[in-house]
């Protein structure tokens, strides 16, 4: 990867219709080592969805080499083309991935020994064998996962699963819910919205089910159906809050899977993504009669 740069700076910006705000020391991810005042406070003002702004006033402003955070905006580095990003956590055998749910279970149906017995003289074949539930990994829910006679796995159209244009929300650290006034600066309209929380890095210890996880509240969820979001995906333990509070409530999925919207939980590695611009696939098989099941979730990146 080349080297990256952040541009700290103050800034005062006006509104047309009345008002403004300043900041002090904000950083952003620019796309070179020199930006001029103008570039970066369109940058700015893009970064934070601001409408209706008449002006806005850079000040200390300095550069620094550091790795990018994903700002709105900013391009890839010149030539490095199309790349894959890996969004999935492996699955195997003995892993948890819902602290208190059976683990998968992975060997043999056939090995190679016991297949030579079939074939021609060094010809042989293993043939694996998996029991697992279908929660398990990265895996996507669908409407029948939440309300009966949703449609199932087989019946969920490719398009709100492949090849879908992406977006990435970035959680502040130590933020919980992510709410509708999180979402608003974001156009969803036919996108994959992809909530990053950065709670990926607990998967597989006890920490991972804590009550503080993040989640999406019920009021985001009809606001991403009212924008005509595609897909909604987060890297957390659950879309949902899981906490005692919650009461067992499910709003997120209810509101979601009931407009026939596709989940995708236990997801990992959004750091890599840039903000939009980027395409994503999380397609499983047809399984007639399942709601959910594990995916390859991934994303691809034109440089």
């Excluded at 969920?156 to 933020?175: I, K, M, N, W, Y």
């Excluded at 709410?179 to 990926?200: E, K, N, Q, S």
């Excluded at 009550?211 to 999406?216: D, I, R, V, W």
């Excluded at 987060?234 to 709003?251: F, L, Q, V």
């Amino acid at each position: 990867m080349g080297r990256q740069w952040r541009a700290q700076f103050d800034a005062e910006v006006s509104f047309a219709n009345g008002g403004g705000l300043r900041t002090e020391g904000f950083r952003l991810d620019i796309p070179g080592r020199e930006i001029s005042d103008e570039d970066l406070a369109a940058l700015f003002v893009r970064h934070l969805g601001l409408l209706m702004v008449s002006e806005v006033r850079i000040s200390e402003k300095t550069v620094i080499e550091e790795p990018h955070k994903g700002g709105r905006g900013v391009t890839g580095v010149p030539g490095t083309g199309r790349r894959l990003v890996e969004l999935s956590h492996r699955i195997s055998d003995g892993m948890v991935t819902l602290p208190g749910w059976t683990a998968p279970r992975i060997g043999h149906w056939l090995t190679f020994a016991e297949s030579r017995a079939r074939y021609a003289p060094g010809t042989e074949f293993q043939v694996g064998r998996i029991d697992m539930i279908a929660n398990t990994g990265t895996y996507v829910d669908a409407p029948a996962h939440r309300w009966a006679g949703g449609d199932d796995l087989s019946g969920v159209p490719l398009d709100r699963l492949a090849d879908l244009p992406g977006v990435v929300v970035r959680v502040p650290a130590g933020t919980r819910a992510v709410d509708r006034l999180m979402l608003a600066p974001y156009d969803v309209a036919g996108h994959a919205v992809l909530l990053h929380t950065g709670w990926d890095v607990h998967f597989g210890t006890e920490r991972y089910a804590a009550p503080e996880a993040p989640y999406l509240t019920g009021d985001a969820a009809r606001a991403l159906v009212d924008a005509g979001a595609a897909l909604v995906g987060i890297d957390s333990i659950n879309i949902d809050d899981m906490s005692a509070a919650s009461g067992g409530e499910r709003p997120a999925h209810s509101t979601l899977l009931a407009a026939g919207i596709p989940i995708v939980e236990h997801m990992t590695g959004l750091d890599a993504l840039p903000p939009d611009g980027f395409r994503f696939t999380a397609a499983p098989p047809m399984v007639v009669g399942m709601g959910t099941f594990p995916v390859r979730a991934f994303a691809v990146v034109d440089g």
